[in-house]
């Protein structure tokens, strides 16, 4: 039998006493594997300097972002609202560089406190001009081609709306012009989980566009960096990715004298491995012997929705409620959550969002636990909120074994129903 999964940072005796002291379902965040996380990138090597942004929409938590600040990280933002986010939790406009679908209202003030603007279409770049000619911007290209996990992690190719279709460069330049605008920064985010063999094409194309815009002196690779969840998952060297890279500035700087700084923007390698979701087993149910058996747990698409949108499979670890592993009886099972719908499964066959399948697991029990793990990033902020009425997990951070704070309350169903008015139905 395939072997089971294990804790990633947690050890299995914290299990029931967090469970018991905060609640489940519970997110908890680990510091040091953040730390960890964000030194590796950090280290990266780049001929010309290195700035790591932290993508926000990973986990967007105040604590989190104020955690990453101290780090001394800079920011990717894809909104207005993540921005204003980063600056209550302290962190200066001039950290942050926004990459949006939507620009909505507001933009411009944050832009006047120092948020950098990366226009991700000639509509952006106009609205930019318009608004701040004479003004330096950035350049969010599609460069013909992407990767990604699955079809819906991938942001570049001609099925994509993301950033300025490559072909369509001078009709920026021309823009830029128009405005005076002094292109400072060329980026690219092509997908998330890409080949990592693709960032070297990405970098040749985006070279190409460089030499052609004297003015460039940043080139952005976006996110999309592998992290090693599952046991089957190969192991990723983003440093040696790093040195490929490195030869091609260097051999542009030969050509061109111009140095690039890089940018990076790691969202799931900073986070997705630095939290794990705590969940217990509320029931347990089989659908006879040629069927399969079920754990059902107190968590589920209201918290997780990679499984069932994209078929990603998250390690999944069973604890007992002794706090032991119990993996002397691993036998095949099926996960699935508790709302009521049949999508809420965490067992998908991966890829396909429509198919389950058991994976082995020590043999649970109600009233034992379940750890989802990669939940550090895209689950609490890319989740189900409020389906079935569930309130919003709460979230902990621990910096050590032992010590926990808490960074977000579970919601309130007072909070859940906060806006809600109701009609005039007199008579
Ligand atoms: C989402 C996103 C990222 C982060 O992607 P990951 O796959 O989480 O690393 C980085 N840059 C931009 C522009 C993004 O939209």
Request: a negative charge.
């Amino acid at each position: 039998m395939e072997t089971v999964e294990a804790l990633k940072f947690l050890s299995p005796e914290e299990i029931p006493h967090l469970a018991e002291r905060y609640g489940t379902p519970l997110f908890v965040y680990d510091l040091d594997t953040i730390k960890r996380n964000y030194d590796y990138f950090s280290q990266i090597p780049a001929p010309y300097g290195l700035t790591v942004r932290y993508s926000v929409k990973a986990n967007p938590t105040r604590a989190i972002l104020a955690y990453f600040n101290r780090l001394g990280a800079s920011f990717d933002v894809s909104s207005v609202w993540e921005a204003r986010r980063c600056v209550n939790a302290g962190i200066d406009a001039s950290k942050i560089l926004i990459t949006a679908q939507e620009v909505s209202a507001g933009w411009e003030e944050l832009c006047e406190a120092g948020m950098e603007f990366d226009a991700g279409s000639l509509q952006q770049l106009r609205a930019y001009g318009e608004k701040f000619p004479g003004g330096q911007v950035s350049l969010r290209i599609n460069p013909g081609f992407g990767s990604g996990l699955v079809k819906k992690l991938t942001s570049g190719g001609d099925h994509s709306s993301f950033g300025l279709w490559y072909a369509q460069f001078d009709e920026a330049l021309a823009l830029a012009e128009r405005y005076s605008l002094s292109i400072k920064r060329i980026h690219l985010h092509i997908g998330s989980g890409h080949d990592s063999g693709i960032l070297e094409k990405t970098v040749n194309r985006a070279l190409e566009l460089c030499a052609r815009a004297p003015g460039v002196t940043h080139l952005n690779l976006g996110g999309g960096y592998k992290v090693t969840a599952l046991n089957s998952d190969p192991q990723y060297d983003h440093h040696a990715v790093g040195a490929r890279i490195s030869a091609s500035l260097e051999q542009f700087h030969r050509e061109t004298g111009r140095q690039l700084h890089l940018e990076m923007e790691p969202g799931t390698f900073a986070m997705a491995l630095a939290g794990s979701l705590i969940t217990r087993v509320i029931d347990v149910v089989n659908t006879g012997g040629d069927g399969y058996r079920f754990i059902k747990i107190d968590g589920g698409l209201t918290e997780l929705m990679r499984p069932s949108y994209y078929g990603a499979l998250h390690p999944l670890v069973v604890v007992k409620k002794d706090g032991s592993l119990g993996t002397h009886d691993v036998t095949p099972q099926m996960v699935c959550g508790h709302c009521c719908i049949a999508g809420d499964s965490l067992t998908p066959v991966a890829g396909n969002t429509e198919d389950f399948t058991p994976v082995p697991l020590a043999r649970a029990e109600i009233n034992d636990y379940l750890v989802v793990e990669r939940t550090g990033g895209y689950a609490a902020s890319m989740s189900v909120k409020n389906f079935n009425s569930y309130p919003e997990a709460a979230e902990v951070c621990r910096a050590g074994k032992g010590s926990y704070h808490k960074i977000r309350e579970r919601q309130t169903l007072e909070q859940m129903t906060q806006n809600e008015r109701d009609l005039p139905l007199e008579r």
